[in-house]
């Protein structure tokens, strides 16, 4: 670790980060006024965004390259629950560790895209693991580098995370740097360590017609699977055994296992614009083109003999801004007009000012080009030994062997062509357009150890070709959408399609505005690659026979002041999942015990959701209180299980100490009703529904945490005592079946900006 950090800092300017905030559009040139800089962006106007000291920062949407704005990740509140894998309320389950792979317990967080992830096997990291249009990029006045580091535990047993992020520019157009992220988990339980690593340098270029976003990222992800403990008694019920096991002794189902992955990714997006340039006057007012009169007279050293030049001029003309006075003028001026030198220095600015002329450039149609390649790898290595006294933790062996080599390569080039129509330029159409055609190339393959009827390695390829359009508009203050269909095929099968929007209604409500917003889709997806075809040791399936998914989803908003109520609704045709099998014996210890297998199953009833959540925060005085309440429901809980109430709720004091150091202090609590929640399979590295014949419920269990998180200037810290009820000796202390939570722990956590 000593030697990670001491390369880490001397490779400082290869570091910048990234988070997963979705603000609303055209933020970007707000971000830039507050900052500073100069606006030469045609975005539409927005709120201004608070950016430390000339720093903004933002997202490009992974299709079209449009800007979207967000604050840099410095804001003190809930700092402490940053580095929290379930989440910063408690959404997630997750295997205990950090960076452990999770699934979240809100069916609108679940159901990724499958045409946009084609390798499945990041999905449960996607706390650590982010995708392009999440990824910031930024402009600085000077360069910025950011260190955060998280740490809990011991050499034995403890976690620790370090980020570093560096960003700077060369001239105001061009702006790169690069982050880097390293999370090292040892486990508190046997067998459970996590190691991973995800680094990348980007570069943008933001000019009048040309703009362009581009990086380069590696990974590297390690994941020891320890199957879960051997029976849940060790926890639940310690006092049956003869010995009181602590974490670190429980028996677990495997103890030589690894999932291990790492990929890398190149990504581009660039436009060229064609449009017209836009001229404002001090006011903010669009004027006429300026023009300089045919003949121009000397300026007089006497301001009170010049002429007025905007006057002068010709109709439909205007003259440049009227010469700086030196400051033997401006004393000369001062000394004249009836000692009113303060009255007549304001006059002199204000005339000034009001023939100061700027220009701007305002798209009317862009060619966009974007190109993403990936180049993914899974291995996953099992040396665990199976005999008829010990049958082990596998039920299905494909392959001949006592270990496990199994490997999964993916690789993919995508490249999207689009034009674009800006809103508000053509008569026949108001909004805005963009037409796109894109072409996937996706290879996957997997290396297996020869075997009689089988090859050392089997390879598939596939093509995709998508065709879709985008409708929207986000230049009204009080509408805004934007609507997106496309159609997706392999050149036979036409049946894929995708339809999204969201729209936002924004209406002044007493020195307020109350904000109604709506988004929903409809997805009819051919089942991810990996679902039609799995090879390895212990599953294989060939699956030709799958049913396309139809997924629909409607969700809104209603949000006032600091209450949000949102409610959504989902119906999903021929759901398709993951389904743990289970096979009982006995152990030698007389300790009943089961062999696992996955396989892919598939629904034909129709699957419907409904979600309500509220959230509000309240304040009295320095006392504050934030509350998320949400309730859900599944037609299906047998393949699509989800808990009836989930709550999260903070309660904390927010004060100075000695008017410089910004503190909180409080608590809180996350808690889900009972529910048979999804289980961790290490052979795919994936949730999976548990087998009906031996399912276990999790939940109805409260985890509290105490903190104080400190803000001084532009550093950040806190101290906090996570899962302080642990010896509380009752409940059912899990967030996955068999995968015990961590007990009481002390973690600690700072953060340090420096702007040079």
């Given at each position: 670790m000593q030697r990670f950090i001491l390369f880490l800092l001397l490779h400082l300017p290869l570091c910048l980060g990234a988070q997963n905030i979705r603000p609303t559009d055209a933020q970007y040139e707000a971000s830039r006024r507050s900052s500073g800089f100069d606006n030469n962006s045609t975005d539409s106007k927005t709120e201004k965004t608070d950016v430390p000291e000339g720093i903004y920062a933002w997202t490009v949407s992974p299709r079209f390259g449009s800007l979207l704005s967000v604050p840099l990740d410095t804001v003190p509140h809930g700092f402490q629950?940053?580095?929290?894998?379930?989440?910063?309320?408690?959404?997630?389950?997750?295997?205990?560790?950090?960076?452990?792979?999770?699934?979240?317990?809100?069916?609108t967080e679940q159901g990724a895209n499958m045409q946009q992830h084609p390798f499945i096997f990041y999905l449960p990291y996607d706390y650590f693991l982010r995708q392009p249009g999440e990824l910031l990029y930024t402009n600085t006045k000077s360069p910025f580098t950011n260190i955060t580091y998280h740490s809990c535990g011991n050499k034995t047993n403890g976690e620790d995370r370090l980020q570093a992020l560096f960003a700077v520019n060369s001239?105001?157009?061009?702006?790169?740097?690069?982050?880097?992220?390293?999370?090292?988990?040892?486990?508190?339980?046997?067998?459970?360590?996590?190691?991973?690593?995800?680094?990348?340098?980007?570069?943008?270029?933001?000019?009048?017609?040309?703009?362009?976003?581009?990086?380069?990222?590696?990974?590297?992800?390690?994941?020891?699977?320890?199957?879960?403990?051997?029976?849940?008694?060790?926890?639940?019920?310690?006092?049956?055994?003869?010995?009181?096991?602590?974490?670190?002794?429980?028996?677990?189902?495997?103890?030589?296992?690894?999932?291990?992955?790492?990929?890398?990714?190149?990504?581009?997006?660039?436009?060229?614009?064609?449009?017209?340039r836009r001229y404002r006057n001090a006011l903010g007012q669009e004027v006429e083109a300026p023009t300089l009169p045919e003949k121009t007279q000397p300026a007089s050293s006497d301001s009170t003999a010049q002429p007025n030049a905007a006057a002068t001029a010709a109709p439909g003309k205007r003259t440049p801004r009227l010469p700086r006075l030196n400051k033997?003028?401006?004393?000369?001026?001062?000394?004249?007009?009836?000692?009113?030198?303060?009255?007549?220095?304001?006059?002199?600015?204000?005339?000034?000012d009001s023939t100061r002329i700027t220009s701007e450039f305002v798209p009317v149609t862009s060619f966009i080009h974007t190109f993403c390649l990936n180049d993914n790898l899974r291995r996953f290595q099992s040396?665990?030994?199976?005999?008829?006294?010990?049958?082990?933790?596998?039920?299905?062996?494909?392959?001949?062997?006592?270990?496990?080599?199994?490997?999964?390569?993916?690789?993919?080039v995508e490249n999207t062509l689009a034009f674009e129509l800006h809103e508000g330029f053509n008569r026949w159409m108001k909004m805005g357009l963009r037409l796109y055609?894109?072409?996937?190339?996706?290879?996957?393959?997997?290396?297996?150890?020869?075997?009689?009827?089988?090859?050392?390695?089997?390879?598939?390829?596939?093509?995709?070709?998508?065709?879709?359009?985008?409708?929207?508009?986000?230049?009204?203050p009080i509408v805004r959408y934007q609507v997106l269909g496309e159609i997706r095929t392999t050149g036979t099968d036409w049946g894929e399609f995708n339809i999204e929007g969201n729209a936002s209604l924004n209406i002044p409500l007493r020195r307020d505005s109350l904000h109604f917003t709506a988004e929903g889709f409809v997805r009819n997806e051919r089942p991810s690659f990996y679902l039609r075809n799995y090879y390895a040791r212990n599953a294989w399936w060939t699956n030709d026979n799958l049913d396309k998914q139809l997924r629909t989803r409607v969700s809104g908003t209603l949000r006032y002041r600091q209450t949000a109520l949102t409610a959504s609704l989902e119906n999903i045709q021929n759901y398709l999942y993951f389904q743990e099998t289970l096979v009982p014996y006995t152990a030698t210890d007389g300790y009943d015990n089961f062999r696992h297998g996955v396989q892919?199953?598939?629904?034909?009833?129709?699957?419907?959701?409904?979600?309500?959540?509220?959230?509000?925060?309240?304040?009295?005085?320095?006392?504050?209180?934030?509350?998320?309440?949400?309730?859900?429901?599944?037609?299906?809980?047998?393949?699509?299980?989800?808990?009836?109430?989930?709550?999260?709720?903070?309660?904390?004091?927010?004060?100075?100490?000695?008017?410089?150091?910004?503190?909180?202090?409080?608590?809180?609590?996350?808690?889900?009703?009972?529910?048979h929640a999804p289980t961790y399979s290490p052979i795919i590295g994936q949730y999976a529904v548990q087998d009906p014949e031996s399912r276990v419920s999790i939940g109805n269990y409260p985890i509290i945490n105490a903190y104080a998180n400190f803000h001084l200037k532009r550093t950040r810290f806190y101290i906090m005592g996570s899962h302080v009820n642990a010896k509380s000796g009752s409940g059912n202390p899990f967030l996955v079946p068999h995968y015990p939570l961590n007990g009481f722990t002390l973690r600690i956590g700072i953060s340090w900006n420096f702007i040079n």
């Amino acid at each position: 670790m000593q030697r990670f950090i001491l390369f880490l800092l001397l490779h400082l300017p290869l570091c910048l980060g990234a988070q997963n905030i979705r603000p609303t559009d055209a933020q970007y040139e707000a971000s830039r006024r507050s900052s500073g800089f100069d606006n030469n962006s045609t975005d539409s106007k927005t709120e201004k965004t608070d950016v430390p000291e000339g720093i903004y920062a933002w997202t490009v949407s992974p299709r079209f390259g449009s800007l979207l704005s967000v604050p840099l990740d410095t804001v003190p509140h809930g700092f402490q629950n940053e580095n929290a894998t379930d989440g910063p309320r408690g959404h997630y389950n997750y295997t205990g560790n950090l960076s452990a792979p999770r699934i979240s317990r809100l069916f609108t967080e679940q159901g990724a895209n499958m045409q946009q992830h084609p390798f499945i096997f990041y999905l449960p990291y996607d706390y650590f693991l982010r995708q392009p249009g999440e990824l910031l990029y930024t402009n600085t006045k000077s360069p910025f580098t950011n260190i955060t580091y998280h740490s809990c535990g011991n050499k034995t047993n403890g976690e620790d995370r370090l980020q570093a992020l560096f960003a700077v520019n060369s001239g105001k157009k061009l702006g790169f740097g690069g982050r880097a992220d390293y999370a090292y988990g040892r486990g508190y339980y046997q067998a459970q360590s996590t190691a991973h690593f995800d680094g990348m340098v980007y570069a943008s270029y933001i000019g009048e017609q040309y703009r362009l976003h581009a990086y380069v990222r590696r990974n590297f992800l390690k994941n020891r699977e320890n199957g879960g403990i051997e029976n849940d008694d060790y926890v639940n019920r310690p006092e049956s055994f003869p010995t009181r096991y602590s974490s670190a002794d429980m028996p677990v189902n495997l103890s030589r296992a690894w999932n291990k992955m790492e990929g890398t990714q190149v990504y581009l997006t660039h436009r060229y614009s064609l449009g017209f340039r836009r001229y404002r006057n001090a006011l903010g007012q669009e004027v006429e083109a300026p023009t300089l009169p045919e003949k121009t007279q000397p300026a007089s050293s006497d301001s009170t003999a010049q002429p007025n030049a905007a006057a002068t001029a010709a109709p439909g003309k205007r003259t440049p801004r009227l010469p700086r006075l030196n400051k033997e003028q401006a004393q000369a001026n001062g000394k004249k007009g009836n000692g009113k030198q303060e009255d007549g220095l304001a006059e002199d600015k204000q005339e000034a000012d009001s023939t100061r002329i700027t220009s701007e450039f305002v798209p009317v149609t862009s060619f966009i080009h974007t190109f993403c390649l990936n180049d993914n790898l899974r291995r996953f290595q099992s040396h665990e030994k199976n005999n008829d006294d010990n049958p082990g933790y596998f039920a299905d062996f494909f392959l001949p062997g006592d270990s496990a080599n199994d490997r999964m390569h993916h690789f993919g080039v995508e490249n999207t062509l689009a034009f674009e129509l800006h809103e508000g330029f053509n008569r026949w159409m108001k909004m805005g357009l963009r037409l796109y055609g894109k072409h996937e190339l996706a290879q996957f393959s997997f290396r297996l150890p020869y075997a009689e009827g089988l090859l050392p390695q089997r390879v598939f390829t596939e093509n995709y070709f998508t065709v879709g359009a985008q409708l929207l508009s986000q230049q009204s203050p009080i509408v805004r959408y934007q609507v997106l269909g496309e159609i997706r095929t392999t050149g036979t099968d036409w049946g894929e399609f995708n339809i999204e929007g969201n729209a936002s209604l924004n209406i002044p409500l007493r020195r307020d505005s109350l904000h109604f917003t709506a988004e929903g889709f409809v997805r009819n997806e051919r089942p991810s690659f990996y679902l039609r075809n799995y090879y390895a040791r212990n599953a294989w399936w060939t699956n030709d026979n799958l049913d396309k998914q139809l997924r629909t989803r409607v969700s809104g908003t209603l949000r006032y002041r600091q209450t949000a109520l949102t409610a959504s609704l989902e119906n999903i045709q021929n759901y398709l999942y993951f389904q743990e099998t289970l096979v009982p014996y006995t152990a030698t210890d007389g300790y009943d015990n089961f062999r696992h297998g996955v396989q892919v199953a598939q629904t034909s009833q129709n699957t419907q959701l409904v979600a309500v959540t509220l959230s509000h925060n309240q304040q009295w005085g320095v006392l504050h209180w934030d509350n998320e309440l949400t309730w859900q429901t599944s037609t299906n809980k047998e393949v699509l299980p989800v808990p009836d109430f989930t709550g999260y709720s903070n309660l904390y004091l927010l004060f100075r100490i000695a008017r410089v150091l910004q503190t909180e202090m409080g608590a809180d609590i996350r808690y889900f009703t009972r529910y048979h929640a999804p289980t961790y399979s290490p052979i795919i590295g994936q949730y999976a529904v548990q087998d009906p014949e031996s399912r276990v419920s999790i939940g109805n269990y409260p985890i509290i945490n105490a903190y104080a998180n400190f803000h001084l200037k532009r550093t950040r810290f806190y101290i906090m005592g996570s899962h302080v009820n642990a010896k509380s000796g009752s409940g059912n202390p899990f967030l996955v079946p068999h995968y015990p939570l961590n007990g009481f722990t002390l973690r600690i956590g700072i953060s340090w900006n420096f702007i040079n």
